[in-house]
């Protein structure tokens, strides 16, 4: 079966053993050609808003946490709103270890989000995404 490859993934997460697990997966199933690792909102969102400036796309794939210190994924996706148009559109999912039930019900408010998965990423989540926003042709 082949498998599409995608342009990139942009993992926003303060935790570094998450960052080292969720690469290391993305590496081993050969999924993205470009892996960028970010450790809060703000910083995810000077990275992106220098892709724009340089016309250069968007990560297809945003794996983001809501817990960071910073900017967290909630003060993220607002930002994301503002620098985001049609040439720049990702598939945002929130890899989270909350258990917060208001977290969940505040995601409701973001339809740029696709889906909210436990941490860390497994190769059966990440074909799952794979699947439903990167299907191969």
Known sequence: MTRTVINSVLLIDDDAISNFLNTRLLKEM???QEIKVT???????????QQKAANKPFPELI????NMP???GF????????VADENN???????TTSTNARDFDQ???YEEVEVYLSKPLTDENLLY??????PSE
């Open 107 to 109: 995601l409701k408010n």
């Open 39 to 49: 450790l809060n909102g703000e910083e995810a969102l000077r990275y992106l808003q």
């Open 30 to 32: 050969q999924v993205a």
């Open 129 to 134: 995404i794979l699947d439903k926003h990167f």
């Open 63 to 66: 794996l983001l946490d809501i």
């Open 75 to 82: 003060e993220f996706l607002e930002a994301f709103r503002d």
């Open 89 to 95: 559109q990702s598939v945002i999912i929130i890899l």
């Open 70 to 72: 910073v900017m967290n």
